[in-house]
């Protein structure tokens, strides 16, 4: 048996269901309203479908090819999403700045800045002490976040190591200097973060007054290119001229015959362990302010990480590293108590991840695309479920339910259809029924199962850079009885 905790964070002790759907995945344009007015049609939704839960990507602010998981900031919203027509609503933006404005993409500074100048003329008292709490509460973060954004653009957007001397290694003379002349600049970045926290918070308390729960995303990782690392390079596995000595990955897996070269920097986990993981209790304060529940990707990363040589062109190569994860974790728990932490604990794992895991009594994930490639004893087999775990069909890495299934020969498809007992309702509702009748305390069902959608409709390939992360919803997709029969199983399975 595992020695576990007495204590269970309360978001986990009953049965509820929910949708995975990254909120770019909201086709926000003119003609179909704002991004607030999207997410809030979407929490509708998720009420009148009696789900509770709202799963997400993180929301960082993203690297080019916008994968959410090579943040820019592990701190920092994604400016996108700020909903544009909200500045307009409160007299800071004139709607002409943003009439002809087709969806979102690219960068909105432009038009934060001219909102920043009309809240200055025109912003109530009230309105102005909460921007200045905002900075004041947010001081861990936002300056470095700021003053990072500004110096990119000034160096023709190279990555920070590249950057002209005094800026990469943040001399105290080139700092005070752009302090000095983009002290206007970097108040416009400050204030786009507040604009972006304000909006999620009525997000957040619209759902919350609705019952549902936003559950995020946390990467174990940060973006080489990224403030995190930049302003706090003594955290990382690092050489004098700022770049990584080893590189993070995984070994040879079910995505990937020669496994996955990352890329990211790893931490000097002695380093964060002697500052006390305040860099890790900044981190996890700032999500515990946008989600309810945190899953944290790669958990497998707090009890041993895949080292990869960093001059090494694929993950081959590297070997496991034992992390202070437990150290880590204690630290977490004595700074915010009962920890509402769901475990990545998908691939290799170790029994030592999964002592890890059962001590701080934290959720791991089912996900029934693994279940059907083995035999009766597959963990991922709903008979071989329990209650303190989150049950997925597949997830954002995975081929949708419906493109999984026709890319399976016809002796796996036997199988499957013979384990859920040769259903008459056509794939991917076999999958749905199985996950929500699951004894796993939570299921969550990625929107593109939802609506039945095949491989075309695919959110991340791992392994790939282009092509992965642009994918929109229509809501012309959702038949008129679906809303109706949601309700309906997830009554039947006891999760409304």
Not at 1 to 29: C, D, E
Not at 279 to 304: K, M, P, S, Y
Not at 418 to 445: D, K
Request: aromatic content about 14%.
């Amino acid at each position: 048996m595992y020695t576990q905790r007495k204590n269970v964070h309360k978001i986990f002790l009953g049965r509820r269901s929910g949708i995975l759907l990254h909120p770019t995945s909201l086709s926000f344009a003119p003609e179909n309203g704002s991004f607030c007015e999207q997410a809030f049609r979407f929490i509708d939704f998720l009420d009148e479908s009696g789900f509770s839960v709202w799963q997400m990507l993180p929301i960082n602010s993203t690297d080019q090819f916008g994968s959410p998981y090579q943040g820019t900031s592990v701190h920092a919203g994604n400016s996108n999403l700020i909903d544009l027509k909200y500045l307009v609503n409160k007299n800071w933006l004139d709607e002409s700045c943003v009439r002809n404005r087709a969806e979102a993409t690219g960068s909105n500074i432009d038009l934060i800045s001219e909102a920043r100048k009309g809240f200055t003329n025109i912003a109530s008292d009230s309105e102005r002490l909460c921007f200045q709490s905002f900075k004041e509460d947010h001081a861990y973060w936002l300056g470095n976040y700021a003053l990072f954004t500004v110096i990119k653009q000034c160096q023709a957007n190279k990555p920070w190591w590249d950057w002209s001397a005094g800026l990469s290694d943040r001399g105290s003379s080139a700092l005070r200097e752009i302090n000095l002349n983009y002290r206007e600049k970097l108040e416009d970045y400050r204030f786009e973060q507040y604009v972006f926290f304000s909006q999620w918070q009525k997000i957040r308390k619209y759902a919350n007054e609705k019952g549902i729960l936003l559950f995020g995303d946390m990467p174990i990782f940060t973006s080489h290119d990224s403030v995190s690392i930049w302003a706090k390079r003594e955290y990382f596995q690092l050489n004098d001229m700022g770049m990584p000595t080893v590189v993070a990955g995984v070994p040879p897996d079910y995505f990937s015959a020669t496994g996955q070269r990352w890329g990211n920097p790893l931490y000097d986990w002695n380093s964060l362990a002697a500052d006390g993981f305040q860099w890790w209790i900044n981190r996890l304060r700032t999500q515990l302010e946008i989600f309810d529940l945190i899953r944290i990707d790669h958990f497998r990363g707090l009890e041993a990480l895949w080292e990869i040589p960093a001059h090494c062109e694929t993950a081959e190569e590297g070997e496991w590293r034992p992390v202070p994860g437990r150290e880590l974790l204690h630290t977490l728990e004595n700074e915010f108590g009962d920890l509402p932490l769901v475990a990545e604990d998908l691939g290799t794992i170790s029994e030592d991840v999964i002592k890890l895991r059962h001590e701080f009594n934290l959720p791991g994930m089912k996900v029934l695309l693994f279940a059907f490639d083995s035999d009766a004893k597959n963990p991922y087999l709903p008979h071989n479920h329990e209650a303190h775990y989150v049950v997925y069909t597949g997830t954002h890495d995975n081929n949708t339910s419906l493109g999984w299934f026709y890319n399976l020969d016809d002796k796996q498809q036997e199988r499957v259809l013979e384990y859920l007992g040769y259903p008459n309702e056509a794939m991917p509702w076999p999958l749905i029924y199985t996950a929500l009748r699951s004894t796993c305390q939570t299921a969550i069902i990625p929107m593109q199962d939802i609506l039945a959608l095949d491989e075309s409709h695919r959110m991340n390939t791992p392994g790939t850079k282009e092509g992965n992360w642009s994918w929109r919803f229509d809501w012309s997709w959702l038949s008129s009885d679906l809303t109706m029969k949601l309700k309906h199983i997830n009554h039947l399975y006891d999760r409304c």
